[in-house]
């Protein structure tokens, strides 16, 4: 499930013209890593802001709506019960 940092960053590539390889390079990150984040399976790093300040010359306004996105994006929990019991699933 695409997050709201997701669609920050997918935005942001689209703006700039670039690929998930290419931000991912920039954010000196694996692809598969960056989309984590983007899905929301992995946090965002603490040091992606500045990184994404710096190199994409975000506005504060910018900054506002990415730093926003982080929390909005840091209050979702997912609950993965594949493997869980069918006692445990039905809690779930």
Do not use: C, H
């Not at 990184?51 to 209050?75: C, F, H, P, R, V």
Request: no cysteine; glycine share 6%.
């Amino acid at each position: 499930m695409i997050t709201s940092v997701g669609k920050f960053l997918r935005k942001l590539r689209i703006d700039n013209g670039e690929i998930l390889r290419d931000m991912a390079q920039v954010l000196k990150v694996s692809p598969a890593f960056l989309s984590a984040v983007e899905n929301g399976k992995k946090k965002v790093p603490d040091a992606w802001l500045s990184k994404l300040k710096g190199a994409y010359s975000l506005t504060e306004g910018q900054m506002q709506e990415l730093q926003n996105a982080i929390m909005e994006s840091s209050d979702m929990v997912e609950l993965n019960i594949k493997n869980a019991s069918a006692g445990t699933r039905r809690f779930a």
